[in-house]
């Protein structure tokens, strides 16, 4: 079993719509970290939890460290979202742990 | 702008052959990180540096060295003893491990063996 898991693999949705997309993991952590990969393969950081919630225009995180578990939304889905997204965490061990990544596609 | 540069974006090499894929970055960040990329995996680690002339082996180093000579630049090498070298490899940077900090990604290198 992976230590970062994250679902759904892929995920397709229309323009406008709501899009949750979750993170598990199960080490001890010091902060997770969604990131954003575009087609080109780039990676952007979108933003580092250690707990709460943060917002960033549509974007919002959230984080419950005692049920080990992320999830990053997006508000009002545009096709320009289209990418893969991934959830890492900073373990105790200062090592970053990835998941597999979520493909979302959003079509007008 | 701040950011770190990889070089080439795309590379194609003929099996038996050593190539180096080059990471700079100008953020004056401490710690460089090589992470490998395969299709359905998370991101892999092969090499991190957490100071100017000192490197550690990740996850996955066997196949490939590094070199620290200065602090903006950590040069990966992929060598011919690496049996399944295509792949897409991604360097990143940090501050100092202890405390929480962003990490900064380069756009990658999508190495082929022909």
């Known amino acids: 079993k992976n230590e970062v898991e994250q679902s759904p693999q892929n995920l397709t949705a229309q323009e406008g719509e709501f899009i949750t997309i979750n993170c598990s993991y199960s080490?001890?952590?010091?902060?997770l970290h969604w990131l954003q990969q575009h087609p080109g393969g780039g990676i952007v950081s979108l933003f580092m939890?250690?707990?709460g919630k943060k917002k960033h225009g549509r974007l919002i995180a959230t984080i419950n460290i005692q049920e080990k578990h992320s999830s990053l939304h997006i508000t009002a889905s545009h096709p320009r979202d289209s990418a893969v997204y991934i959830c890492?965490?900073?373990?105790?061990?200062?090592?970053?742990?990835f998941g597999t990544g979520t493909r979302l596609q959003v079509f007008p | 702008d701040g950011g770190i540069t990889q070089s080439p974006k795309y590379l194609f090499r003929k099996e038996g052959q050593n190539v180096t894929l080059s990471c700079e970055q100008n953020?004056?960040?401490?710690?460089m990180y090589w992470y490998r990329q395969d299709p359905g995996q998370g991101l892999r680690l092969i090499y991190y540096?957490?100071?100017?002339?000192?490197?550690q082996k990740g996850d996955i180093a066997e196949g490939y060295s590094v070199s620290r000579e200065k602090k903006e630049s950590f040069p990966l090498t992929v060598t011919s003893a690496q049996k399944n070298p295509t792949a897409f490899y991604l360097c990143?940077?940090?501050?100092?491990?202890?405390?929480?900090?962003?990490?900064?990604f380069g756009s990658g290198t999508r190495l082929t063996v022909v």
């Open positions: 540096s957490q100071i100017v002339n000192d490197f």
């Open positions: 939890l250690s707990s």
């Open positions: 080490v001890g952590i010091s902060a």
């Open positions: 890492a965490v900073k373990a105790n061990t200062d090592k970053l742990i």
């Open positions: 953020l004056n960040h401490d710690a």
């Open positions: 990143a940077s940090t501050l100092p491990s202890r405390g929480v900090y962003g990490y900064t």
